[in-house]
Structures are given as structure tokens and as C-alpha cells.
Antibody, heavy 121, light 110 residues
Framework: QVQLQESGPGLVKPSQTLSLTCTVSGGSISRGGYYWSWIRQRPGKGLEWIGHIYYSGSTYYNASLKSRVTISVDMSKNQFSLKLTSVTAADTAVYYC?????????????WGQGTLVTVSS | QSALTQPASVSGSPGQSITISCTGTSSDVGSYKHVSWYQQHPGKAPKLMIYEGSKRPSGVSNRFSGSKSGNTASLTISGLQAEDEADYHCCSYAGSSTLVFGGGTKLTVL
């Protein structure tokens, strides 16, 4: 059974960089066949796809966030990470990591529990 | 890309059927079969209910069905039950390995 767990600071100051890590257990990122995504949900709002990464390091991002986002993978730790720079209050959200069971077509079959990140001074 | 458009809320009585729409454009929903639907209970992570427009993952009730016409995808829940009360989100492939979600719909079972 694949499990994902987000970790990182719950509070980030405006203009700083948000950094989160997703640890995958029960399956190896390096096995290939799946894209690994970051998705967020602002308070009371819908889901927003941030971007995804393949084990090879190929990344694709939401155009609206592309200038501020970097997703990377560490296969030795079976983790992938999110960095979002120059954050503002609008980046306050629950951040989820998820596995796309269809390669990259958006069939997210495994999710982390989500972690709330608040941007505030 | 802009978010897909979903109604903010829908409601129905137990046993009834409801349909949630998800409207995109010819660049996403209208061009690809890759539409998925997620159920999300309060404080929980979303759960995949429909993929590839109309397919159900193992374990998902056959009361849930999906369809698509033009730029609009739809999720229908038949025989509404109290436990179906949740938020529902649609997601579409938008080309170039990118994805777009809808704004979410709150389903109330009366």
C-alpha cells in the first residue's frame, strides 16, 4: 500500500520561500510509471494543481505559478519536494502531495493527508 | 490555464439522483477524455471516484458515473445517501503534461 506524507514548516513569513517534502513509502519513486504531484487548497476553495515530477527529473508546472515553483526528487530518500518562492498571504493553503496513477493525466490514486501552511509575519 | 467551472453547490434528497457539471474549454475538457472526479469530506484528502471520464476505480460504488459532452463533463450520483455529502472536484488534462481543477461543488443531502 503506497503512502505519502508531507512535512515542512507550518508557518512561513511573507516574501520567504515555502519548502515542503513528501516522503513516499510502500512504493519506489525510481520504479517509474508515475508522476508525483503537488496540489494545494486555499481555505474554502477548490483544488489547484501546482506541478508534477517524474523520477527522471522531468517537471511540469501550473503556468500561473511557474515563475516561483521548483519541484525536485531525491530517489535515495524516496522523496520529492516543493519550493515556492516569494510567498504572500495568497499562498496560505493546505498542500497535498499525490501520486498520479495514470502517468500524467490527473488520476490521483494516492494522497498525503495534507499539511496546512500559513503565510504570515 | 483557467479553472474549470463547477456549480458552488447542489443538493438532493436521499434516494434521488444529482448531477454536477464541470465546464472547461476546447483546450482541456473538450479535447481530452482525461477527466477525473474527486470526493472530499471535511478535513480529509480527496478520493478518486471517476477517471478517464467515466471509469470507476475498484471499490467505488456504481452509483457514481461520469460522462462528457463537448466542453462539459458531468458526475452523476444516483440513489443519494447521507455519506455522499461532501465536496466534489473535477480535474482535466490540459495538454503539454499540465492539469487543471474545477472550483469544487458542495453536495448537500437534505
Amino acid at each position: 500500500q503506497v503512502q505519502l506524507q508531507e512535512s515542512g514548516p507550518g508557518l512561513v513569513k511573507p516574501s520567504q520561500t515555502l519548502s515542503l517534502t513528501c516522503t513516499v513509502s510502500g512504493g519506489s519513486i525510481s520504479r517509474g510509471g508515475y508522476y508525483w504531484s503537488w496540489i494545494r487548497q486555499r481555505p474554502g476553495k477548490g483544488l489547484e494543481w501546482i506541478g508534477h515530477i517524474y523520477y527522471s527529473g522531468s517537471t511540469y508546472y501550473n503556468a500561473s505559478l511557474k515563475s516561483r515553483v521548483t519541484i525536485s526528487v531525491d530517489m535515495s530518500k524516496n522523496q520529492f519536494s516543493l519550493k515556492l518562492t516569494s510567498v504572500t498571504a495568497a499562498d496560505t493553503a493546505v498542500y497535498y502531495c499525490a501520486r498520479d496513477g495514470s502517468s500524467y493525466y490527473g488520476y490521483f490514486d494516492y494522497w498525503g493527508q495534507g499539511t496546512l501552511v500559513t503565510v504570515s509575519s | 490555464q483557467s479553472a474549470l467551472t463547477q456549480p458552488a453547490s447542489v443538493s438532493g434528497s436521499p434516494g434521488q439522483s444529482i448531477t454536477i457539471s464541470c465546464t472547461g474549454t476546447s483546450s482541456d475538457v473538450g479535447s481530452y477524455k482525461h477527466v477525473s472526479w474527486y470526493q472530499q469530506h471535511p478535513g480529509k484528502a480527496p478520493k478518486l471516484m471517476i477517471y478517464e471520464g467515466s471509469k470507476r476505480p475498484s471499490g467505488v460504488s456504481n452509483r457514481f458515473s461520469g460522462s462528457k459532452s463537448g466542453n462539459t463533463a458531468s458526475l452523476t450520483i444516483s440513489g443519494l445517501q447521507a455519506e455522499d455529502e461532501a465536496d466534489y472536484h473535477c480535474c482535466s488534462y490540459a495538454g503539454s503534461s499540465t492539469l487543471v481543477f474545477g472550483g469544487g461543488t458542495k453536495l448537500t443531502v437534505l
